[in-house]
């Protein structure tokens, strides 16, 4: 019992510590009042679980090291100790430094990322944050003596003491104080969970995903009709579809709709080949991507399902759903496929999520050039892949046609090209501030966007480059060719840099083409689509009936019907709906909004309060599509799963 009480005290004394530090930052920066003090008590109480449990799993661990002879185990338990100080201590540092950056803590599914990506991240941490590491590992070693160091006989009847009006006071206010937090949403309250103190924010997200889903009400329900599964034989007999063009679908990283030449951009050289594309192509600027970040957009461009399957961040871990790719229907009637990307694809479960029930014929990425020995989500350079990917082509079988997916990812942070590439934007230079994915001084935006510039001018010699190969070799006219982006690209516009914070326009609009067999069609549409009507369409054009496993819809002949769904998984938790003009966003840090987006394209006034009917209209039609999500994939049983489709909507 003294040894964990021992255990529990080091805990306490961590949190206590960095929780003392964050309040001294806080008051030498903002201005508080008497009641903003009086809710820090509050907050440090909530984290009590948290070092309860941390303190039960070092005491655990501390045991495996009982066969040791005493030094050898005092060894043992003092680098266990300073490995775990470092952890906590690095994870609470990062934490607060990203609330300064963006306002929000690290829950804790971003910080499982973290964890299991650790020697990838700490190369990058240790050239922006190596003082404060240098930092955090001496007081780690301090704390490490200082907890192998053996009590007095006295020290200990008052550690019982103290450790039993502890737990008293926890019974006391621990339970009250979750109630609060749990049922109540007050200005009060959500400071508790949300601004004070990384390790509450923490504490709760924990709480949030082992908390299970509250099962929908009959209204919810009601009209959900889930499809039956079938094989790929049923929906498509093999050589049944009307056409079988080659067909290439180019995936670019990072760009907003309003970025190219031929939307309006005012650098109009800053994408010649795209443009040149564009002409002879049917043209969607009101492309809306599922999520602001890859992982969750990517996945669902390809298996045409809107990503929103847990309440947290969601790593494909167990992929125990049905799934159906684009290369498995094109494979099964006979094509090619080939997959081919300059990211790193085992970041956050992408590629598991790919070949879970899926068998590619060839595939490329990152790792497989670069080995493991990558930071985080390590790229290649997009000319790499695009010599890959013309050197497959030349070596195909070219009896039958060919499916390709190609991912380029220079307009992906920090904008990195090669050193022989044209920078006709200048300055770009960013080498000399501290340059973030999420935090650089605003001061120099129009330096970063100038980068940024360079790097999609770059990829759009990629794309040129690549469109020239098939040209020479008699592949573009009769071709499919589809080209979109996976998100957009933020710059501050509405206070946030890069991706994977906010729901607004500049993170979630992109724009999608479609070059046809024959270049027979070319028009600019003004209705809206998603991202996950891509695959269907595909279909469509090839002149096969949308597959039931896909949520998207089938956009070329006719709009698409219904409402369009967002969600960002990443460092913000957001939900959005748009039903074009309107659009509604619900985020844990930008609160709710109600925007029109003809009237207000820059997204500036809130029309809640003005169109209370509206408001409640969207809300509740994105509460039907949320529970129906979740009843489907978390409560309803994996027998049941197994024979039918998500829900439509």
């Not at 847990?310 to 494979?331: A, C, H, M, W």
Request: charged share 20%; hydrophobic share 40%.
């Amino acid at each position: 019992m003294l040894k964990f009480i021992k255990t529990f005290y080091l805990w306490l004394g961590l949190f206590t510590f960095c929780n003392l530090a964050t309040l001294a930052y806080t008051l030498s920066t903002q201005s508080f009042s008497t009641n903003d003090l009086l809710l820090y008590p509050i907050a440090w109480i909530m984290q009590f679980p948290l070092v309860i449990v941390l303190s039960l799993a070092h005491f655990g661990i501390n045991h495996l090291f009982s066969f040791l002879p005493m030094p050898g185990k005092k060894a043992a338990r003092f680098t266990l100790c300073a490995i775990s100080a470092i952890l906590f201590m690095g994870s609470y540092v990062a934490s607060q430094i990203m609330y300064v950056e963006i306002n929000s803590f690290i829950a804790w599914d971003a910080l499982r990322v973290a964890i299991d990506n650790t020697l990838q991240i700490i190369p990058d941490i240790g050239r922006s944050n190596a003082a404060e590491l240098i930092v955090i590992g001496l007081l780690a070693v301090g704390v490490s003596a200082v907890y192998t160091h053996r009590y007095h006989d006295q020290a200990r009847i008052h550690s019982l003491k103290i450790f039993a009006l502890l737990c008293a006071a926890f019974l006391a206010t621990g339970a009250g104080g979750f109630t609060l937090v749990y049922k109540t949403s007050n200005n009060a309250v959500d400071r508790i969970r949300q601004d004070l103190l990384p390790t509450t924010y923490l504490t709760l997200s924990i709480i949030d995903g082992l908390l299970p889903s509250a099962t929908p009400t009959a209204s919810f329900l009601a009209d959900l009709v889930l499809e039956p599964q079938c094989t790929l034989d049923e929906y498509l007999p093999a050589n049944s579809l009307d056409s079988t063009p080659n067909v290439f679908f180019i995936m670019l990283e990072s760009v907003s709709w309003d970025r190219y030449g031929f939307t309006g951009y005012h650098r109009t050289t800053i994408t010649p080949n795209l443009d040149a594309l564009a002409r002879h192509s049917v043209v969607f600027p009101h492309t809306y991507a599922a999520a602001n970040h890859s992982n969750y957009s990517q996945t669902s461009t390809h298996s045409s399902q809107y990503p929103l399957r847990r309440k947290q961040l969601d790593r494909f871990e167990n992929v125990n759903y049905p799934k159906t790719l684009l290369f498995d229907i094109l494979s099964h009637t006979g094509y090619q496929t080939a997959f081919f990307s300059a990211q790193n694809e085992d970041w956050q479960g992408m590629k598991n999520f790919v070949h879970a029930h899926t068998e590619l014929q060839h595939y490329f990425h990152s790792k497989d050039e670069l080995g493991n020995n990558i930071g985080i989500e390590s790229k290649i350079e997009d000319k790499r892949v695009r010599e890959r990917a013309t050197s497959f082509i030349d070596q195909r079988n070219d009896t039958r046609p060919l499916f390709m997916y190609l991912n380029f990812q220079a307009t992906h942070f920090p904008y990195k090209i090669r050193n022989d590439s044209p920078r006709p934007y200048q300055p770009s230079n960013t080498d000399d501030f501290e340059f973030k994915f999420f935090h650089y001084d605003q001061n120099y935006v129009d330096r970063v966007v100038n980068k940024y510039d360079n790097a999609l001018h770059y990829v759009d010699a990629q794309v040129g480059a690549f469109i020239e190969h098939l040209k020479q070799n008699g592949l573009y006219e009769n071709s499919l060719i589809i080209v979109a982006a996976d998100h957009g690209e933020a710059f501050y516009k509405r206070g946030y840099p890069t991706h994977g914070t906010s729901l607004f326009e500049d993170q979630m609009r992109t724009t999608t083409l479609f070059k046809l067999p024959g270049n027979s069609r070319a028009e600019v549409r003004e209705d809206c689509i998603s991202l996950i009507d891509i695959n269907p369409t595909i279909l469509e054009i090839l002149g096969q009936a949308n597959h039931p496993n896909f949520q998207g819809q089938q956009v070329l002949a006719k709009p698409r019907n219904g409402f369009i769904y967002l969600l960002s998984h990443g460092i913000i938790k957001s939900h959005g709906i748009v039903d074009y003009p309107w659009k509604y966003i619900t985020s844990e840090r930008d609160g709710e909004w109600l925007l029109n987006l003809e009237r207000d394209p820059a997204e500036i006034t809130d029309l809640s309060e003005s169109h209370p009917n509206r408001l409640h209209q969207l809300k509740h039609h994105l509460a039907v599509y949320q529970q129906r999500q979740m009843y489907y994939y978390t409560i309803l049983p994996q027998k049941e799963r197994d024979l039918f489709y998500p829900p439509k909507h």
